[in-house]
């Protein structure tokens, strides 16, 4: 590459590659693709920082909003993201498809990032519920990015038409650990996608470890959906679901209501206070479904 050219490069709006725009509804700077968003999406730390020395604004975006923060978030570039941040790149930056870096830390499943980026006050449900960051840990099977997002007030009942709870995600999407995560911090768990209830759904893929943990945590097993059938209806007779849910009939024992009760007593993400009961190892065990 001759001087000329270089030396183009190495200054904001010198690639003859890049065109900048003013955004007057954004405030930023708007690029196809700038240098700072390939030193973010591939972690070079270095050169994030040499390019923000020269002048290049952090909260450049891309055609379809894309900041580099967006990207480093992606990647789970922690050191590229709290370099942008303390330099004054937008938390809660909106991309067209309405991701957040929020969002994009949950797709990472970097925990770290994402407590970084709560740190710094990003919003745990963004405006648009297309792209919901809770939603998006709970369908990936980031149980830390979820620990991350309830601690700063994630609410993990959260509500979407068209995704159903947190919970229903997890097991649609055969997630147990985070199922059990989100039960453990008081999820509904009968609370589903309408009519169709968690149990529903791991009824309906034959999920047999799901369907256990479901019930242990008081999974209405005589819901019925949209059509009518409970759970037991959407496995075949000789399933050994079927089975389960035959040994599963009646009202729930005793210990079981006990534990039940003594859990929503405790109230959402309250969970972990059990711990300090002045009760036998064992016993608090059992009422944390350990």
Not at 191 to 214: C, F, I, N, W, Y
Not at 243 to 261: D, V
Request: glycine fraction near 8%; proline fraction near 7%; charge should be neutral.
């Amino acid at each position: 590459m001759d001087g000329e050219k270089r030396a183009r490069m190495d200054k904001p709006g010198g690639s003859p590659h890049l065109r900048f725009l003013s955004n007057p509804l954004m405030g930023d700077v708007v690029s196809d693709w700038s240098p700072l968003h390939d030193a973010a999406i591939h972690g070079r730390l270095l050169s994030l920082r040499n390019l923000i020395n020269q002048g290049w604004p952090v909260n450049i975006i891309t055609a379809d909003h894309v900041s580099p923060l967006h990207e480093a978030c992606l990647r789970g570039h922690l050191s590229c993201a709290s370099v942008l941040l303390s330099n004054g790149a937008q938390v809660n930056g909106m991309a067209m498809d309405w991701r957040t870096p929020l969002f994009n830390a949950c797709i990472s499943g970097n925990p770290d990032c994402v407590n970084l980026l709560l740190q710094h006050g990003a919003t745990p449900h963004p405006e648009s519920d297309l792209a919901s960051p809770i939603h998006e840990a709970a369908k990936r099977g980031h149980v830390k990015c979820i620990e991350s997002l309830a601690a700063y007030g994630a609410n993990i009942d959260y509500y979407i038409s068209h995704l159903g709870t947190p919970l229903y995600v997890a097991c649609k999407y055969q997630q147990v650990a985070c199922a059990k995560k989100l039960l453990e911090s008081g999820a509904s768990v009968n609370q589903g996608k309408g009519l169709d209830s968690p149990l529903h759904v791991v009824a309906r893929m034959s999920t047999e470890e799901l369907v256990e943990v479901l019930l242990d945590f008081g999974a209405n097993a005589q819901a019925k959906d949209a059509e009518g059938k409970r759970p037991a209806d959407l496995v075949p007779p000789e399933s050994p679901l079927a089975q389960i849910f035959l040994e599963r009939e009646g009202p729930l024992s005793l210990m079981q209501l006990c534990r039940l009760r003594i859990r929503k007593c405790f109230g959402t993400q309250q969970h972990h206070k059990i711990t300090g009961l002045l009760l036998p190892e064992d016993l608090k065990r059992f009422l944390l479904h350990l």
